[in-house]
């Protein structure tokens, strides 16, 4: 009877489940499964590794390389999607090998910068694109003894773009060589034909040292910006990579397309969401501007401010009502094609017209202008700042105190509702922008404050249940329906908006049993009732959740969220994706993240470890 006692338990701890007294809350977050007669506490998920893909770009020409498959899996002449609605970005080259007996022994980024370093048995490969010439040329660099690199080559899949391939080899001491190779093109839009061979020379003149300087540019970088003392060094591992995703997925000013300039696409490839959102590209620059990046920050703000906007002034659906946002605007209603054009995502449900990055625009242009105190710069974008956004979004506020419907933060395209966060992004903005025209004098503050007040307002009496929650939409009774409870909501106290930390704690204990996930880990999905991909766990959620907690003094559980992406990304490269999967907490969805990911840690840390 002894033998089966023990042998059960064995069995028991072996499946990571202990037999603990019923209860249905741990104070570490952790998940319980309920059985008929007890419960069992289901230990964290561990952090692993799911993700085999790393991504080098300068903003001008991207490559991915697959790390199971040894190659780099495409090169493509931008880091956008498209360039409007009618073309989209293609590779100039697949499959690119270098010829090579033995497999890898280790694939990383050299020092958390852009360079794919991947080491042989008796060579180090490193791959790149380069920030310090700041042209469209993809360097392969091999590092060896001289016989074995010079037997090196390339072998490569053409595509329809004509291709410019040419190699320089660099003799060494102690019999060691540097081989570099340069990988370019030419289309309609780069037509410079000896843009290898310009290179090669230049190359040839610097000695070859294009790989250190590469990593020198970086660090520099990393020395500029700001980071909190007190972080492991997982933790600033993973800030330095952010960093370094946040340079890589922002168009330089040596795009050829003029209105391409200064956007942060959502995510890098090859995760699918390499455009630009008025939402991640917001969340991408109160992230610089917590790390100190403000010349960054200042040319993503500078691109919204320029884009070429407002085409849905009026748009007529099929229920026959202009869902249009009605006057002159200039934030995007949703999003931008590579040409800097607005685009607006369509189904047969129409398009994205979003409310919520007006206020998201104005609350990312005054965190930059207070940190940076850059105020020649508000007050000449005042202009525009006022009458084609800050008004744009009092023109929009319903009877009921709340912005208008509109298609949301997770596009749900038209007819819409009023949802949760469109108001309290909407909120935020307005009483930031108030405030910071108080303190600088200028224009009408006050109606900009009246109407923040107003939003707040709504948002208590229409959207706030019994004094407890804040609901995802107005339209929401019943809390078994889709959407009744949104994640979203949590940014009216990321947001500091509302400052009621009795509310905050009921808010955050309901939507953490309501939108907690499986796994191991209490993390949180967007929406209730929602197919697979809302209902996974969403790490910018994780991350802002991290932000809201320390804005009520809950340090501890704030790191708890920091500490369980930072674990992940250690195993992965140091790339934070937009999902771990709900059951497994394995990445999932695009990866590697911009403003959900990269801009969002760089946030969250500061707060987690002030």
Same mark, same amino acid.
């Given at each position: 009877?002894?033998?089966?006692?023990?042998?059960?338990?064995?069995?028991?701890?072996?499946?990571?489940?202990?037999?603990?007294? @019923?209860?249905?809350?741990?104070?570490?977050?952790?998940?319980?499964?309920?059985?008929?007669?007890?419960?069992?506490?289901?230990?964290?998920?561990?952090?692993?590794?799911?993700?085999?893909?790393?991504?080098? =770009?300068?903003?001008?020409?991207?490559?991915?390389?697959?790390?199971?498959?040894?190659?780099?899996?495409?090169?493509?002449?931008?880091?956008?999607?498209?360039?409007?609605?009618?073309?989209?970005?293609?590779?100039?080259?697949?499959?690119?090998?270098?010829?090579?007996?033995?497999?890898?022994?280790?694939?990383?980024?050299?020092?958390?910068?852009?360079?794919?370093?991947?080491?042989?048995?008796?060579?180090?490969?490193?791959?790149?694109?380069?920030? =310090?010439?700041?042209?469209?040329?993809?360097?392969?660099?091999?590092?060896?003894?001289?016989?074995?690199?010079?037997?090196?080559?390339?072998?490569?899949?053409?595509?329809?773009?004509?291709?410019?391939?040419?190699?320089?080899?660099?003799?060494?001491?102690?019999?060691?060589?540097?081989?570099?190779?340069?990988?370019?093109?030419?289309?309609?839009?780069?037509?410079?034909?000896?843009?290898?061979?310009?290179?090669?020379?230049?190359?040839?003149?610097?000695?070859?040292?294009?790989?250190?300087?590469?990593?020198?540019?970086?660090?520099?970088?990393?020395?500029?910006?700001?980071?909190?003392?007190?972080?492991?060094?997982?933790?600033?591992?993973?800030?330095?990579?952010?960093?370094?995703?946040?340079?890589?997925?922002?168009?330089?000013?040596?795009?050829?397309?003029?209105?391409?300039?200064?956007?942060?696409?959502?995510?890098?490839?090859?995760?699918?969401?390499?455009?630009?959102?008025?939402?991640?590209?917001?969340?991408?620059?109160?992230?610089?501007?917590?790390?100190?990046?403000?010349?960054?920050?200042?040319?993503?703000?500078?691109?919204?401010?320029?884009?070429?906007?407002?085409?849905?002034?009026?748009?007529?659906? @099929?229920?026959?009502?202009?869902?249009?946002?009605?006057?002159?605007?200039?934030?995007?209603?949703?999003?931008?094609?590579?040409?800097?054009?607005?685009?607006?995502?369509?189904?047969?449900?129409?398009?994205?017209?979003?409310?919520?990055?007006?206020?998201?625009?104005?609350?990312?242009?005054?965190?930059?202008?207070?940190?940076?105190?850059?105020?020649?710069?508000?007050?000449?974008?005042?202009?525009?700042?006022?009458?084609?956004?800050?008004?744009?979004?009092?023109?929009?506020?319903?009877?009921?105190?709340?912005?208008?419907?509109?298609?949301?933060?997770?596009?749900?395209?038209?007819?819409?509702?009023?949802?949760?966060?469109?108001?309290?992004?909407?909120?935020?903005?307005?009483?930031?922008?108030?405030?910071?025209?108080?303190?600088?004098?200028?224009?009408?503050?006050?109606?900009?404050?009246?109407?923040?007040?107003?939003?707040?307002?709504?948002?208590?009496?229409?959207?706030?249940?019994?004094?407890?929650?804040?609901?995802?939409?107005?339209?929401?009774?019943?809390?078994?329906?889709?959407?009744?409870?949104?994640?979203?909501?949590?940014?009216?106290?990321?947001?500091?908006?509302?400052?009621?930390?009795?509310?905050?704690?009921?808010?955050?204990?309901?939507?953490?049993?309501?939108?907690?996930?499986?796994?191991?880990?209490?993390?949180?999905?967007?929406?209730? @009732?929602?197919?697979?991909?809302? =209902?996974?766990?969403?790490?910018?959620?994780?991350?802002?959740?991290?932000?809201?907690?320390?804005?009520?003094?809950?340090?501890?559980?704030?790191?708890?969220?920091?500490?369980?992406?930072?674990?992940?990304?250690?195993?992965?490269?140091?790339?934070?994706?937009?999902?771990?999967?709900?059951?497994?907490?394995?990445?999932?969805?695009?990866?590697?993240?911009?403003?959900?990911?990269?801009?969002?840690?760089?946030?969250?840390?500061?707060?987690?470890?002030?």
């Amino acid at each position: 009877m002894i033998f089966l006692r023990n042998l059960f338990l064995f069995i028991i701890l072996t499946l990571n489940s202990i037999v603990i007294a @019923k209860t249905t809350f741990h104070p570490d977050g952790r998940n319980f499964i309920k059985s008929d007669n007890v419960d069992f506490i289901k230990l964290p998920s561990k952090p692993k590794k799911s993700f085999y893909k790393l991504v080098t =770009t300068n903003g001008l020409i991207a490559a991915v390389y697959d790390e199971q498959k040894a190659y780099i899996e495409t090169i493509s002449p931008h880091i956008f999607k498209a360039y409007d609605s009618a073309n989209f970005v293609e590779p100039f080259l697949r499959n690119v090998a270098i010829t090579l007996n033995s497999k890898p022994l280790s694939t990383y980024y050299k020092d958390n910068t852009h360079v794919i370093t991947v080491k042989y048995p008796k060579v180090v490969v490193s791959y790149f694109a380069p920030f =310090t010439t700041e042209n469209k040329i993809f360097y392969i660099i091999i590092d060896g003894a001289y016989t074995d690199v010079q037997a090196c080559s390339l072998s490569y899949q053409l595509q329809k773009t004509k291709v410019i391939i040419d190699s320089v080899l660099f003799k060494r001491s102690n019999n060691q060589a540097e081989k570099y190779f340069l990988l370019s093109y030419t289309d309609s839009l780069q037509t410079d034909n000896k843009i290898v061979a310009k290179a090669k020379l230049s190359l040839v003149k610097g000695g070859g040292h294009l790989l250190n300087d590469e990593i020198n540019f970086m660090k520099k970088v990393f020395a500029s910006a700001k980071m909190p003392k007190e972080i492991s060094q997982k933790q600033k591992a993973l800030l330095e990579q952010s960093i370094t995703v946040l340079k890589m997925s922002q168009v330089p000013q040596q795009e050829v397309l003029p209105y391409s300039r200064g956007q942060i696409i959502a995510s890098l490839p090859p995760g699918e969401w390499n455009i630009t959102w008025v939402r991640d590209n917001s969340y991408s620059i109160l992230g610089l501007d917590r790390l100190g990046l403000f010349k960054e920050a200042r040319r993503a703000l500078s691109f919204i401010l320029n884009a070429q906007s407002g085409h849905y002034v009026h748009y007529m659906f @099929k229920d026959g009502k202009d869902y249009g946002i009605g006057v002159p605007y200039q934030v995007s209603v949703c999003r931008y094609f590579g040409d800097g054009k607005e685009e607006s995502d369509f189904n047969d449900d129409g398009p994205n017209i979003e409310i919520d990055g007006f206020g998201l625009t104005l609350l990312a242009m005054c965190d930059y202008v207070t940190r940076s105190g850059d105020s020649l710069f508000f007050k000449e974008n005042y202009p525009v700042l006022s009458s084609k956004i800050a008004d744009v979004i009092i023109h929009s506020i319903d009877s009921n105190n709340l912005i208008r419907i509109d298609s949301g933060p997770w596009e749900r395209h038209l007819p819409g509702k009023q949802f949760a966060y469109t108001s309290i992004s909407c909120a935020a903005g307005l009483r930031d922008f108030a405030s910071l025209s108080f303190r600088l004098n200028i224009g009408d503050f006050q109606k900009y404050r009246n109407a923040y007040k107003k939003l707040l307002d709504g948002i208590h009496s229409v959207l706030e249940v019994n004094n407890r929650f804040i609901k995802g939409n107005a339209a929401a009774v019943d809390s078994n329906s889709f959407g009744y409870f949104d994640c979203g909501t949590l940014e009216a106290f990321g947001f500091n908006l509302i400052p009621d930390k009795n509310l905050f704690r009921s808010h955050f204990n309901e939507y953490e049993s309501k939108l907690g996930v499986e796994g191991g880990i209490h993390g949180f999905s967007r929406v209730n @009732k929602g197919d697979w991909y809302d =209902t996974a766990e969403w790490i910018m959620l994780d991350l802002r959740a991290a932000s809201a907690l320390h804005n009520f003094g809950d340090q501890k559980k704030a790191r708890y969220f920091v500490n369980w992406v930072t674990d992940q990304a250690a195993l992965n490269f140091n790339l934070i994706p937009e999902l771990y999967d709900r059951k497994t907490s394995l990445y999932a969805g695009s990866v590697p993240m911009v403003g959900f990911g990269a801009g969002a840690y760089a946030i969250a840390l500061w707060d987690a470890y002030p």
